[in-house]
């Protein structure tokens, strides 16, 4: 008898609950580790690593491999329509992967994929084939760098490093920002959600671990109050810090 053509058995052991993450890491027939997604549709599968869908695009690890050695050899490289879409296919690809990897609290790895749609970001607006092409993309940019800091702070206090979380959070807070004002949204900045969840975040931070402000702050403050003792022990710790 041939094998059934449905999902029937995942299915029902596996049952949709919009309450809860529905993310887990199993092995393929392989052995190797797959990501799955519950889905109130069915289930999703995706590598872990190289592109989540598994394919090669012309031989490279991912889209963004490819399109960066043909750059090499063509600077002023145009994207036809049809490499869009295959580049938009990876940015789909890649955020619901980060998305898992968030939920899984593999935080290292969602920043990983933040990085990669990052830089797909910036190849696109290098290269994009028009301005609301460009838009399209980097409306979407502050969403990512959320992401990326909010796993980034996280890593820092899985390492015991509350300090270096919130420099993180501000670095990330001052990035966000930045993309605000590159896209003329700069008055909706102090107001935006992801950003009063980084700074409910921070302040969290430093009230829990009675934090006075991060360690670039302090050393300004000690500085500016002449303290020059102080300010050296704290180019010492954030010297420490990012050895």
């Known amino acids: 008898m041939s094998s059934p053509n449905h999902l029937d058995f995942l299915l029902k052991s596996w049952t ?50 490819w399109l960066t ?23 789909v690809q890649y955020y619901h992967r980060r998305v898992a990897w ?6 290292e790895l969602a920043i ?10 910036d ?6 084939p028009g301005e609301d092409w460009t838009l399209q993309h980097e409306q979407h940019r502050a969403f990512v760098l959320f992401h990326r800091t909010q796993a980034a702070s996280l890593v820092a206090i899985e390492n015991q490093q509350p300090e270096k979380a919130v420099e993180l959070i501000d670095a990330g807070l001052e990035e966000i920002k930045d ?6 949204w700069e008055d909706f900045y102090e107001s935006d959600e992801l950003v009063e969840r980084l700074n409910e975040l921070r302040d969290s931070l430093c009230n829990d671990f009675c934090i006075p402000g991060s360690l670039q702050e302090q050393l300004n403050e ?8 102080l300010a050296a022990q704290i180019r010492d710790r954030l010297a420490r810090r990012d050895c």
Do not use: W
């Not at 993309?179 to 003329?184: A, T, V």
């Open 16 to 65: 949709y609950d919009a309450n809860e993450p529905g993310v887990r890491l199993v092995k393929g027939c392989d052995g190797r580790d797959v990501i799955q997604v519950r889905l109130d549709l069915g289930i999703l599968q995706m590598e872990v690593s190289g592109r989540p869908d598994g394919s090669r695009p012309e031989g490279y690890p991912t889209l963004l491999d």
């Open 69 to 91: 050695h043909k750059e090499l050899n063509d600077p002023d490289l145009e994207l036809e329509a049809e490499i869009c879409d295959e580049i938009d296919r990876e940015f």
């Open 102 to 107: 968030l939920r899984l609290q593999r935080f």
């Open 112 to 121: 990983k994929d933040a990085d990669h749609t990052l830089a797909l970001m």
């Open 123 to 128: 190849f696109c607006r290098e290269h994009s």
């Open 179 to 184: 993309s605000f004002e590159e896209l003329g």
């Open 222 to 229: 000690a500085i500016k109050a002449e303290q020059y003792e």
